[in-house]
C-alpha cells in the first residue's frame, strides 16, 4: 500500500494561494485515480480535487475556479495549487485515491486562512 507524505500547507491571508505536494517514493497512479481531500474541525472529510484515469480532473463546487490538481510525469507526486485562499478552506489537506477503496490516511497538511 502506498502511503504518501502531504506537505506545503501553513497560515495564509485571505485571498492568498498555497501549493501543497503529495509525494511518495513509488508510483501513485492506479485505477482509482488519486485526489486531494480536505477535512475542518466539526465536519466529515471531503473531497477536494481529484485526476481519474483517462478524464478531466474533478472539482469540488466550493473550490472550481481557485484550486488546481496536477501531478508530475512519474506519478510520484502531485500537487494542489490553491489560489484566492477563503477562511472557509481551513482544514487539514491529505491525498488519497480518488475512489474507494482508500489506502491508509497520512497525517495530512494543515492549511489555516485567517487575516
Known amino acids: 500500500q502506498v502511503q504518501p507524505v502531504e506537505s506545503g500547507g501553513g497560515l495564509v491571508q485571505p485571498g492568498g494561494s498555497l501549493r501543497l505536494s503529495c509525494s511518495a517514493s513509488?508510483?501513485?497512479?492506479?485505477?482509482?485515480?488519486m485526489g486531494w481531500y480536505r477535512q475542518a474541525p466539526g465536519n466529515q472529510r471531503q473531497m477536494v480535487a481529484r485526476?481519474?484515469?483517462?478524464?478531466?480532473?474533478d472539482y469540488a463546487d466550493s473550490v472550481k475556479g481557485r484550486f488546481t490538481i496536477s501531478n508530475e510525469r512519474n506519478w510520484h507526486t502531485m500537487y494542489l495549487q490553491m489560489n484566492n485562499l477563503k477562511p472557509e478552506d481551513t482544514a487539514v489537506y491529505y491525498c488519497?485515491?480518488?475512489?474507494?477503496?482508500?489506502?491508509?490516511w497520512g497525517q495530512g497538511t494543515q492549511v489555516t486562512v485567517s487575516s
Open positions: 513509488v508510483s501513485l497512479f492506479s485505477s482509482r485515480g
Open positions: 485526476i481519474m484515469p483517462g478524464l478531466s480532473p
Open positions: 488519497n485515491t480518488g475512489v474507494p477503496p482508500f489506502n491508509s
